[in-house]
């Protein structure tokens, strides 16, 4: 039997993931709260394909096949718990949509940070008047460039 006693407790600040599941009114089945627990047990918030989910579900010991973990998470995305992120190598990613941020994606190496949404409103304010399109403040732009590693990788050589 999966082990779901973790995804009953803090959600990144979302509270008890059964309640969550409530509120956007979905059932609380052990595939969502399995889903929700492992992005929720991340050392750090982010994103991961489905195929990686379903890796750490594995490695957990949860029996769960690869197109329920698609479905859950498909589904979590679609009431708006998880969002998704399409990387061009990785494909569509998921992570908790427990705050609005930006990415950061590293053009050598893949890592990708969170940057918090506040934090870029006013470039995309002159963004949007510049360009004169309509330019969510909350979230959604990806930024590529050199993580902190691989700059220093770059120094090194």
């Given at each position: 039997?999966p082990?779901?006693?973790?995804?009953?407790?803090d959600?990144?600040?979302?509270?008890?993931?059964?309640t969550l599941l409530?509120?956007h009114?979905?059932r609380?089945?052990?595939?969502?709260?399995?889903v929700?627990?492992t992005l929720?047990?991340?050392?750090?918030?982010?994103?991961?394909?489905?195929a990686?989910?379903?890796r750490?579900?594995?490695?957990s010991?949860?029996?769960?096949?690869?197109?329920?973990?698609?479905?859950?998470?498909s589904t979590l995305a679609?009431?708006?718990?998880?969002?998704?992120?399409?990387?061009?190598?990785r494909?569509?990613?998921y992570g908790?949509a427990?705050?609005?941020?930006?990415?950061?994606v590293?053009?050598?190496?893949g890592t990708?940070?969170?940057?918090?949404a506040?934090?870029?409103?006013?470039?995309?304010?002159?963004?949007?008047?510049?360009?004169?399109?309509?330019?969510?403040d909350?979230g959604?732009?990806?930024l590529?460039?050199?993580?902190?590693?691989?700059q220093?990788?770059g120094?090194?050589?």
């Amino acid at each position: 039997m999966p082990d779901t006693d973790r995804a009953r407790g803090d959600l990144h600040g979302h509270g008890d993931p059964r309640t969550l599941l409530q509120q956007h009114g979905l059932r609380c089945t052990a595939p969502r709260l399995a889903v929700l627990d492992t992005l929720a047990q991340q050392a750090h918030p982010g994103h991961r394909s489905v195929a990686e989910i379903h890796r750490s579900l594995i490695d957990s010991g949860r029996e769960i096949d690869l197109t329920t973990v698609y479905r859950t998470a498909s589904t979590l995305a679609t009431a708006g718990i998880l969002h998704t992120l399409a990387l061009d190598d990785r494909g569509i990613t998921y992570g908790l949509a427990d705050h609005p941020h930006h990415h950061a994606v590293c053009t050598r190496c893949g890592t990708m940070n969170e940057i918090p949404a506040d934090t870029l409103v006013d470039a995309l304010t002159h963004a949007s008047r510049t360009s004169a399109f309509q330019l969510p403040d909350n979230g959604g732009l990806t930024l590529h460039g050199l993580c902190p590693n691989c700059q220093a990788l770059g120094r090194s050589r």
